[in-house]
């Protein structure tokens, strides 16, 4: 492998990277037009053809590929949840104080009902308060009894927010309703002091979709340094959210506007230069929040020597980069390494969940980095939070990746 000094040009290319143009792309895939971008939607259909219009821009060759997308959970109204005690009644906000799980089934319109406890002999009609991390159980009780719904636990961020996920376990057949955990507590304390009533209401139902990669291929800059001569390398990043609320914004600028940008602009740098003999593409992909549909259709259709890296949060790096390989990555993995100490990017083992497990469950040499993602999958993902260092940080890892790439396969 060789060392740095043998690439003392790249260097130089590295720098050329910009933090605003990054910025731009950011704030404008996070902007209402786009509704948070979700699988299926008009904002996503548009974030897709936008990021279509940047590729092609770059003189890429540009296509669409389209692909079916199933059980994606859907939240068409703002769902309600309140309780009556002795006449006190306590009426609790949506992603704050409860939130929708999504083994829940569909309850459109609110339903009001005592509380019981999951261990009470008399569940009928009821709303079960199921004991904290025992909700399966507690289903299966109100199933067979014929509760009104279940309500269990579940846990907050650092800034109290309760994040949104469009993709979860097999649908039950009783709503199911996740309280934040002090309100679970308070909740479970209450009926010693008399009855309680429930009132509460879950609009989320499954549905199917068309997701939507955009791929893009640089033949000009292909051709330029000779077919074949350099390494398959493909860029990912999915622009897909989890997408809006009704009546909420969910702007999606970290997860993952971010690594979107930085994907787009390290293609504009290494595009850019000749001495970069490599052959490079480019893949957004859609439906990764709901399950990672965009990659596992592309994942079968590629030839076996490519190397994929992807980019999966590029908001806010503290310590270290996290970077997970899977496949044959052992020496893509090395020279990611040597990219980083040649960027300045400290790097770390984490896991990282995301695209490149699709890539690597179909035997491609695969390696996923993320840098995080302040606010995540809450209204408080904004621009604002996206640090213009963390974005330089990501895309000179990723232009510093392929040209090592392209000087290892011309020794």
């Known amino acids: 492998m060789p060392d740095l000094p043998q690439a003392p040009g790249l260097a130089a290319v590295v720098e050329r990277v910009s933090a605003a143009r990054m910025q731009a792309t950011v704030h404008e895939l996070a902007r209402d037009h786009y509704a948070g971008r979700r699988v299926g939607t008009p904002g996503g259909r548009a974030a897709a ?18 692909f079916p997308v199933a059980d994606v959970r859907e939240l068409y109204a703002t769902p309600v949840l309140e309780w009556n005690a002795g006449g006190q009644v306590l009426r609790l906000e949506h992603r704050r104080d409860f939130v929708e ?12 009902a005592p509380l019981a406890a999951a261990s009470e002999a008399d569940l009928h009609g009821r709303w079960v308060l199921a004991e904290a991390g025992d909700w399966a159980q507690a289903c299966e009780r109100a199933e067979a009894h014929g509760a009104a719904g279940v309500l269990t636990a579940r846990g907050t961020d650092a800034e109290g927010w309760m994040p949104k996920m469009i993709a979860g376990p097999a649908t039950r057949g009783v709503p199911i309703i996740a309280l934040r955990i002090d309100r679970h507590a308070r909740l479970a304390d209450m009926p010693a002091a008399g009855p309680v009533q429930v009132t509460g209401s879950m609009p989320l139902r499954q549905i199917s979709a068309d997701g939507h990669n955009v791929h893009a291929r640089f033949p000009a800059f292909s051709h330029a340094r000779g077919a074949g001569t350099g390494p398959r390398v493909l860029l990912t990043a999915h622009y897909d959210g989890v997408g809006d609320d009704p009546g909420q914004r969910m702007p999606a600028a970290a997860d993952n506007a971010s690594g979107v940008a930085a994907v787009l602009e390290a293609a504009r740098v290494l595009t850019a230069d000749p001495a970069i003999q490599a052959e490079l593409s480019v893949a957004f992909l859609d439906a990764e929040e709901s399950g990672a549909w965009g990659s596992a259709h592309h994942a079968p259709a590629l030839p076996p020597d490519t190397l994929v890296i992807n980019l999966d949060g590029a908001a806010q790096l503290h310590q270290a980069a996290s ?35 699709r890539y690597a469950a179909a035997g491609l040499a695969a390696i996923g980095i993320g840098m995080g993602m302040p606010g995540y999958q809450t209204p408080a993902e904004t621009p604002d939070r996206v640090e213009a260092d963390t974005l330089v940080a990501a895309a000179r890892l990723l232009v510093a990746s392929v040209g090592l790439l392209a000087v290892q396969a011309s020794v």
Do not use: F, I
């Open 49 to 66: 053809a936008w990021l279509a219009e940047r590729l092609r821009e770059l003189g890429a060759e540009v296509a669409l590929d389209s």
């Open 101 to 112: 799980h999504l083994a829940s089934a569909e309850l459109p319109e609110p339903r009001t």
């Open 323 to 357: 970077v997970e390989a899977g496949g044959p990555a052992h020496a893509l993995l090395a020279t990611l390494d040597q990219a980083a100490r040649l960027a300045g990017v400290p790097l770390r083992a984490g896991a990282m969940a995301s695209d490149n497990r």
